[in-house]
């Protein structure tokens, strides 16, 4: 039945994880594979009920976190955009299969609603422990995008942005959450639909005895037609050639590879996102991601108020690590602050970025709990 | 349909810009399972482009790509996951699945039960041949007991798996046992998985004489083919053979067949109630 469209933007009171729902709707997403972990289980169990709800929607409960990514590549490749969501264990397993996703180019969305570790650890306590594993887990050499979210906005925003960058770059997305903004609840508001941009996959438009699947284009990202559209072609884990059979001849395998760096890396512009607060004349900065970021940017307004030159560089892009904006702020800051619920996994890329050039002091915590506001002040306000 | 025949049907299937030769070696009974599936489709009369040939990896996995439809070589044992997503997600589309006896009951035997459990419209084909043949022969789940492997130089002391028996048990709607010496009855059991709903199985006695063969007091390919021929028993006629008298016997034929509507069908019949009910 149709029904009248509301002219005013749709505001809802909703947990991160249902954000994380809502922005993976909003994107275009219609496949849901996966396998239940605390603290992410919200979004699958709402993507069992609203994904039957949608044409073409397809949802499939599997036995383990391998099977989840599994099934989700080979949706994929079938044409759909298909999302699975996490916590550290279930990631672990998945790495395999996400090299897979790389070499293969599929475009895949994985969100990690990251929990205390290592192993079972504190399975409903937030923590940043995944930071590099989301980098480097999977075996070999290879470029990635991470992402996060500092807020249950954010969470429907960044998984929009998810999908978006998935599909343009025909890679794997992770967005990593931590349990509090995957918890928390907060009133968010639901864009109009020209209010967000949706990419979707380049089609081939050659016919299909023309189309190399893996030839080399301008953006360095080959079109991408579905199983079963008439475009038959080999896909596989190997490195392949431009007619994806496999090879190991040099020229070609460091052509490919090449390839799959150069296809991210030519346009981090694109995908560096990062928010600014505060950084105009700081003196003292921090730079922090998900929750930490909030707590950060109260630290801020708060010392500030003291008459401490404090900014905040929040980062919305972990991987490829945004240098620019980091080296910018390096040029006028004194001291970089770097707080996280982990031993240190991004402030070693802000150190490989500063090389040596202003003090960087990190604050770290790895006990379950958040980083405080006041914690944060207390370095900013000694500096 | 039957005006190809022999090796004008390959020239029609292969991929002529794939680089040949193949990797299998003189002996090996993979290629005669390709041919048989290929026999298989064509017999169906099905599209090309409305296959989708998914295989895990191994010697079983390299048989994807030398065919001319969609074809995913995927992860070790996982090939089951991909497929479950490519049927989910084309439920139209005749999604098969080629492994070899490690990938499909020693890293993927979680998958395999799974999907036979779920009942996802997929046919796989499980090519055994008792040895993991492209890690360099070491023993596999099926490998018999007392065998010979890079891994049981003294002899397998394991039990093996019996592939009909667990999907059978997991229940899985179609499950047959051929060889590749029996190359008729094997392209009618693949034409029935395929168009069988649910999950299909056919196990494929598939002899591999460079890894097993040479380690377990066969001569040559030729006496492995031998060994088939008399040990393979129509499942009628074991039945009839008293338990005592089988010695090696296997069992051949079809041994379920259900037509319980697979998942894709029952998730989409229940879709269409979920949408048209709003």
Known sequence: ?383 | MADIKGTQLIHEYLRHNKKFPHVFCAGCGHGIVLGSLIRSIHGLGLAKDNVCIVAGIGCSGRLAAYVDFNTVHTTHGRALTFATGIKMAKPNMHVIVVMGDGDSMAIGGNHLIHAARRNIGVTALILNNNIYGMTGGQCSPTTPAGSYSMTTPMGQMEQSFDCVELCTAAGANYVARGSVFHVNKLDSMIMEGITNPGFGVVEILSPCFTQYGRKNKFKSPVDMYHALKSKVTPLERFNAIPEAERGERVPSGVFVKKDKPGLEEKFYEMAARCQGGE
């Open chain 1, 1 to 383: 039945m149709a029904r009248p469209k509301k002219k005013h933007n749709k505001e809802i009171f909703a947990l991160g994880n249902e954000a994380v729902v809502e922005g993976a709707l909003l994107a275009g997403c219609n496949f849901y594979a996966g396998y239940p972990i605390t603290p992410s289980s919200e979004i699958m169990e709402i993507m069992a009920q609203r994904l039957p709800t949608i044409p073409n929607g397809a949802f499939v409960q599997m036995e383990d976190e391998i099977g989840g990514l599994g099934a989700i590549i080979g949706a994929s490749l079938a044409g759909r955009k298909a999302l699975t969501a996490t916590s550290g264990p279930g990631f672990s397993l998945m790495q395999e299969n996400l090299g897979y996703g790389c070499i293969t180019e599929t475009p895949l969305v994985i969100v990690n609603v990251m929990r205390g570790g290592p192993s079972t650890g504190l399975p409903t306590s937030p923590a940043q422990g995944d930071v590099q594993q989301a980098r480097w887990g999977t075996h070999g050499d290879h470029s990635i995008i991470v992402l996060s979210a500092s807020n249950v906005q954010e969470c429907l925003e960044m998984t929009i942005e998810a999908f978006n960058l998935a599909e343009k770059y025909r890679t794997p997305v992770i967005l990593l959450i931590d349990e509090i903004t995957a918890h928390t609840r907060e009133k968010i508001i639901i864009p109009n639909e020209d209010e967000y941009e949706v990419f979707n996959r380049t089609l081939p438009t050659m016919p299909p005895e023309w189309y190399k699947p893996y030839e080399e284009t301008v953006r360095g990202v080959p079109p991408m037609p579905a199983i079963g559209s008439g475009y038959r072609f080999h896909v596989t884990g190997l490195t392949h050639d431009v007619n994806g059979f496999p090879t190991s001849r040099p020229d070609e395998v460091r052509e490919f590879n090449e390839r799959l760096f150069r296809k991210i890396d030519q346009f981090l512009p694109d995908i560096q996102l990062v928010e600014e607060i505060d950084t105009e004349d700081a003196e003292v900065a921090v730079i922090a991601y998900g929750t930490v970021a909030r707590s950060a940017e109260l630290a801020v307004k708060q010392a500030r108020a003291l008459g401490v030159k404090a900014g905040l560089l929040k980062l919305k892009t972990l991987f490829p690590y945004p240098r620019k904006a980091t080296e910018k702020l390096m040029y006028k800051a004194k001291a970089i602050i770097v707080p996280e619920m982990n031993m240190g996994q991004i402030s070693r890329e802000v150190k490989r970025v500063n090389n040596g050039q202003v003090s960087v002091r990190t604050i770290n915590k790895v006990d379950g709990q958040i980083i405080t506001p006041a914690e944060i002040l207390k370095v900013l306000t000694r500096i």
